[in-house]
Structures are given as C-alpha cells and as structure tokens.
C-alpha cells in the first residue's frame, strides 16, 4: 500500500530527511515513532504530497504521490496534531464541508457524517458548535473529519490527545478495527498506544530510521538480563553460575541472599539448567528471572544512539 524509497528533503542547508525506506502492507497499522524533530511530520507530509521531497519516491496504492496527487487525494484521511477546527460551525455542518471537499454530493457527505459521528459517539453533538465543545469531543470530531469518504490510508497524528482515559481506550480500540479495512499510520509519544495497537514499527531519529519491525522483533534487539537470587554459601553460587555462564558474572549480597545479573542473548534460555545446578549444589533458590525489555528500551537506546549519547 505504501512504499517509501530512499526519501530525502533539505530545507536549505538543512537535511530534514535523509534516506528514509519503508513499507506498509494494506490493512495494516504502521507505528511511526520518533523524538520531537526526527522528521515525523515532514515524512507524512510528504507521503500526503503537502511537501515535495528533494530526493526519493513515494507511492501510496501503487499510485506516485508527486505525479498522482488528484487521483490519491480522496484516499488519503488526515488528523494532525492540532487540527484547525471552525469554531463557528457545528458539528454536522463541518463535517458536511469537509465531504463536499472530497467531492461528495450533499446526501452522500451527509451520509458520512452521520457514519463517522456515529463511529465515534457524536451523534449528540452534531448540531453542536464546535467553539462549544470540550477539548476530548473537539479531538473527536476532528477524527471523524479525517474518516470522511472511508479513505483507504488514515494518517493519524497524535489522535489521543487531549482525550480522557475512557475516551483514549476507546479510539484506541477504534484504531484496532481499522485494521484489514485500513491502511493506518498512526504516530504518537504514548508508546502503549504503538504497543496494543500497531502490527509493525518505524523509529526515526534525525530524519533516518533508526530501526524498524514488529514489537517483537524490535524488543529481542536489546539485550535481556537473567536475574538469579539464591540463598547458600557465596562461593558455592559463584563457582555453580560460572560452570555455566563462565567468568564476569556481577554478584552481590542483598538481605542475606546471593545475587546475580548475567546477560543473555536472545533466544538462548539457560534457566532451567541453572535452575537445576544451584539445586544440586544445595542452594536455596529463590528467584530465577529474565527482565523485560519494553518498546520504551528500544526507543530510548536507538534515539540516543542516533544523537550521538
């Protein structure tokens, strides 16, 4: 559905993007991550052909943005971060305006809103005027205003903002349904959102991507650590951990217990083993457990790294 290629854009002497390729398959819902600045928002003003790239190519349903912009206008569904709302309209009358903008005649532009507001439970608000509503409804409407026309990709700028903690499980589980009907990217600093949401994930630091893939496959690349805690004498778990682990293993005493922090890499679980050494060395154990990377570690470590910390 969308494939970006080698996407380029300086802003004079600066490089805003640089080199940035991905691709998202149809139907699925894309992560699009990165810190303030990155080149987030240039990215998908590009791919809405808002702003032309200096290098690159963008295609969104096989269609060429830059020389198929009329065609890919009425496919393309967009909620910024701030969405410019007309406080002087109502509810339903924006939303009209907004179909006849994507070429809808008046009963199927009404049609529409009656759909969207239903979606996301506007439909007592809709001759409301938008001036008039709380900041969570406004946000609400302005994402009923990126459905219009069931467009085939929704870009998704920050749509939680603003939204109370009921309102943001909500739209989130909205965003889910998208899913196979469509193509979504969604970006946002609430990275649970990524997490219980998105079936693939782009970080971009710097205008590069910084990595990208499934949550899962993002999480195995940092390292997991496997936490042992036994109670026995310190050199009998020394000399056990080292028969398996080898040298260079941290140890320390905590509240009477011996205590070891060693790495491991993915895919190579040694618990069970160690598990039934310290047993048959006479050891008490009482803890034996990987820590969890989170979406956060990967964000944290790629961004850094792509500052230069």
Avoid: W
């Avoid at 459905?147 to 085939?152: A, E, F, I, S, V």
């Avoid at 920050?158 to 309102?167: K, N, V, Y």
């Avoid at 042992?228 to 040298?247: N, S, W």
């Amino acid at each position: 559905m969308i494939d970006v290629e080698n996407l380029t854009k300086f802003h004079g002497a600066h490089r805003s993007l640089d080199g940035v390729s991905f691709r998202v398959g149809e139907g699925d819902i894309l992560g699009f991550l990165g810190p303030n600045g990155a080149g987030k928002s240039t990215t998908m003003r590009c791919l809405m052909g808002l702003v032309r790239p200096t290098a690159g190519t963008l295609r969104v349903n096989n269609l060429d943005v830059q020389k198929d912009y009329e065609r890919l206008r009425g496919m393309i569904g967009y909620l910024p971060e701030q969405a410019p709302l007309y406080g002087d309209m109502t509810v339903s009358s924006y939303l009209e305006f907004l179909g006849g903008m994507r070429n809808l005649d008046g009963r199927a532009a009404r049609r529409e809103m009656e759909r969207t507001t239903g979606l996301l439970g506007l439909a007592n608000e809709r001759k409301r005027l938008l001036r008039n509503l709380s900041k969570g409804t406004r946000q609400r409407a302005a994402l009923a205003g990126a459905l219009m026309g069931d467009p085939k990709l929704l870009i998704l700028d920050e749509p939680t903002a603003g939204l109370d903690p009921a309102q943001i499980g909500e739209v989130r589980s909205l965003i889910r349904s998208f899913k196979g009907n469509h193509t979504v990217i969604l970006s946002t600093h609430i990275l649970s959102e990524v997490e219980l949401t998105c079936s693939n994930i782009v970080i971009i630091a710097q205008g590069r991507i910084a990595a990208k893939g499934t949550h899962e496959e993002l999480l195995n690349t940092i390292p997991r650590e496997l936490v042992i805690v036994a109670r026995g004498p310190e050199a009998t778990f020394r000399t056990t951990l080292q028969k398996i682990f080898g040298d260079g293993i941290a140890h320390a005493q905590v509240d009477g217990a011996c205590k070891a922090v060693i790495p491991q890499q993915a895919g190579n679980d040694r618990r069970a083993e160690a598990a039934k050494a310290l047993i048959d060395a006479g050891l008490e154990l009482l803890q034996l457990s990987h820590t969890n990377a989170t979406l956060e570690d990967v964000f944290l470590s790629v961004t850094e790294k792509g500052s230069g910390a």
